[in-house]
T-cell receptor, first 114, second 116 residues
Framework: KAGVTQTPRYLIKTRGQQVTLSCSPI?????VSWYQQTPGQGLQFLFE???????NKGNFPGRFSGRQFSNSRSEMNVSTLELGDSALYLC?????????????FGPGTRLTVT | AQTVTQSQPEMSVQEAETVTLSCTYD???????LFWYKQPPSRQMILVIR??????QNATENRFSVNFQKAAKSFSLKISDSQLGDTAMYFC?????????????FGEGTQLTVNP
């Protein structure tokens, strides 16, 4: 079974631009969560989508948004990019939402904002 | 607030030896799940082991085991017979039953280096 895939793997954007990252979960998984990883802040939860509905949201500004499609693929969008948005963005999928349901992580998208 | 603390930013161990990584957490909730994730240089996060808080028995997965002390809110990871492939960043994480969804709270991470 194919794992979680994220595209693109690397991205360079200029401050003020917007960016869209994509995550394809493991087949049959309905939950997709997004995390931001930076050297200074570590791993921080962005949001989770389950069956096309946002279930949970972390403490990030409104510039960060996401959505999930009927095939469970998810996208996250960051508008008006700032230098501090440079990070590794990880998505994780699980069969169910919550609790003990194991989350499988993708390889991440490395975003650099210049 | 729910927090996870890993007080050892870096650790090293000789191949074939045993090493223990520390983790403490803070939550006011009674039902939760604890995890250790491994992130090798490839940056792919991999689940190493998990523990349900209501279970007193410590989880074990091959060379990996945990020491779960609920009263002390401590969740350490022991790696036996360390291998070069164990070199990675290790993250302690937890989620609560009351949390809506699959939100994981991570610690700062411990960089483990296994030396030949």
């Amino acid at each position: 079974k194919a794992g979680v895939t994220q595209t693109p793997r690397y991205l360079i954007k200029t401050r003020g631009q917007q960016v869209t990252l994509s995550c394809s979960p493991i087949s049959g998984h309905r939950s997709v969560s997004w995390y931001q990883q930076t050297p200074g802040q570590g791993l921080q939860f962005l949001f989770e989508y389950f069956s096309e509905t946002q279930r949970n949201k972390g403490n990030f500004p409104g510039r960060f948004s996401g959505r999930q499609f009927s095939n469970s693929r998810s996208e996250m969008n960051v508008s008006t990019l700032e230098l501090g948005d440079s990070a590794l963005y990880l998505c994780a999928s699980s069969i169910l939402s919550g609790g003990f349901s194991e989350q499988y992580f993708g390889p991440g998208t490395r975003l650099t904002v210049t | 607030a729910q927090t996870v603390t890993q007080s050892q930013p870096e650790m090293s161990v000789q191949e074939a030896e045993t090493v223990t990584l520390s983790c403490t957490y803070d939550t006011s909730e009674s039902n939760y799940y604890l995890f250790w994730y491994k992130q090798p240089p490839s940056r792919q996060m991999i689940l190493v082991i998990r523990q349900e808080a209501y279970k007193q028995q410590n989880a074990t997965e091959n060379r990996f085991s945990v020491n779960f002390q609920k009263a002390a809110k401590s969740f350490s990871l022991k790696i036996s017979d360390s291998q070069l492939g164990d070199t990675a960043m290790y993250f302690c994480a937890f989620t609560t039953l009351e949390t809506s969804g699959s939100r994981l709270t991570f610690g700062e991470g411990t960089q483990l280096t296994v030396n030949p």
